[in-house]
Every structure is written in structure tokens, then in C-alpha cells.
Nanobody
Framework: QVQLAESGGGLVQAGESLRLSCAAS????????MGWYRQAPGKQRELVAS???????NYANSVKGRFTISRDNAKNTLYLQMNSLKPEDTAVYYC??????????????WGQGTQVTVSS
């Protein structure tokens, strides 16, 4: 079992920045992908950004150039630096950890979410 704890959400005005953090209770998985998802009211949950243990990153087109995902293995922590925030970024943001096998996902862990609200 892995516990994920998000923090850093809040209320900001458009154009401002936030940094989200996700602390994992353990690490050491040989193959894993961590990511940030978000879900706005009335919409499906979507992938915002992901990063593999090989440091390959992927971003949704809507956040490219504005958000940066990173991980600090020493602290077992995932980050999402969110710059130039827009009202459409308003959502609950969830941290995710996928433990991978050779060809499939073995485990899929989620945090409880942190609210990000961007006013216009």
C-alpha cells in the first residue's frame, strides 16, 4: 500500500502561480509513472502531466509551457509548478502513482485531491 498526500492548492487570481506537492509514503518501485490529474465540476478527470522514473514527461496541450512536473526521489515527493494560471485550470487536482509491470499496470494509487480555484 502507498499513501499519497497532496498539498498546495488554493485560491488565486488569473496569471498567478501555485505549486502542488504530493508526498508518497514509500518509494523504490522499479517501474512507475506519477502524474497529476484534474477534475472540474461536470467534467471527466483528465491527465494534466505525468513523469516516469526515467524522467520522461508528458503534458496536456492545455498546460504546455505553463506547468512543469518534477519529482524529488530523495523526498518521495511529486511536484506540479503551475504558472500563468487561468480560470479554466480550476479543478480538484489529484496525485497518481502507477506501478508498472513489463506490460501492464499492477497498482494504481490516488491521493485525496487538492482544490485549485483561479478567479478571473
Amino acid at each position: 500500500q502507498v499513501q499519497l498526500a497532496e498539498s498546495g492548492g488554493g485560491l488565486v487570481q488569473a496569471g498567478e502561480s501555485l505549486r502542488l506537492s504530493c508526498a508518497a509514503s514509500r518509494s523504490g518501485f522499479s517501474i512507475n509513472t506519477m502524474g497529476w490529474y484534474r477534475q472540474a465540476p461536470g467534467k471527466q478527470r483528465e491527465l494534466v502531466a505525468s513523469i516516469t522514473n526515467g524522467d520522461t514527461t508528458n503534458y496536456a496541450n492545455s498546460v504546455k509551457g505553463r506547468f512543469t512536473i518534477s519529482r524529488d526521489n530523495a523526498k518521495n515527493t511529486l511536484y506540479l509548478q503551475m504558472n500563468s494560471l487561468k480560470p479554466e485550470d480550476t479543478a480538484v487536482y489529484y496525485c497518481n502513482l502507477k506501478i508498472m509491470s513489463w506490460s501492464s499496470v499492477l497498482d494504481d494509487y490516488w491521493g485525496q485531491g487538492t482544490q485549485v480555484t483561479v478567479s478571473s
